[in-house]
């Protein structure tokens, strides 16, 4: 299964943005369908975004026009670009290989990478 390690996060205030990055550690990166998720304390895992091996992409409402999810197949990294953060977005951002760009998770998870948004 492919490894993949998430990295970008840390603490932001209300407005702000953030860039988090997925390294994935196979070439075969470039024909899966990736997706972002994340975890708030106490709650499940959700869907944040989804991208297909052709660019087409999907996100969850709650933050459509807010986030962009993007990948550069060369490097084999998947990116979720986050602006405009709110406190409710503050989780633990993971990605994953996903069967459809609406989400639906088929591989392994990383450690994940913790977004707080606070003042």
């Known amino acids: 299964q492919v490894q993949l390690v998430e990295s970008g996060g840390g603490l932001v205030q209300p407005g702000g943005s953030l860039r988090l990055s997925c390294a994935a550690s196979t070439s075969a990166f470039s024909i899966y369908t990736m997706g972002w998720y994340r975890q708030a304390p106490g709650q499940q895992r959700e869907y944040v975004a989804g991208?297909?091996?052709?660019?087409?992409?999907n996100y969850v409402d709650s933050v459509k026009g807010r986030f962009t999810i993007s990948r550069d197949n060369a490097k084999k990294t998947l990116y979720l670009q986050m602006n405009s953060l709110k406190p409710e977005d503050t989780a633990v951002y993971y990605c994953?290989?996903?069967?459809?760009?609406?989400?639906?998770?088929?591989?392994?998870w990383g450690q994940g990478t913790q977004v707080t948004v606070s003042s």
């Open positions: 994953t290989r996903i069967r459809s760009i609406w989400g639906d998770s088929i591989g392994s």
């Open positions: 991208i297909s091996s052709g660019g087409s992409t």
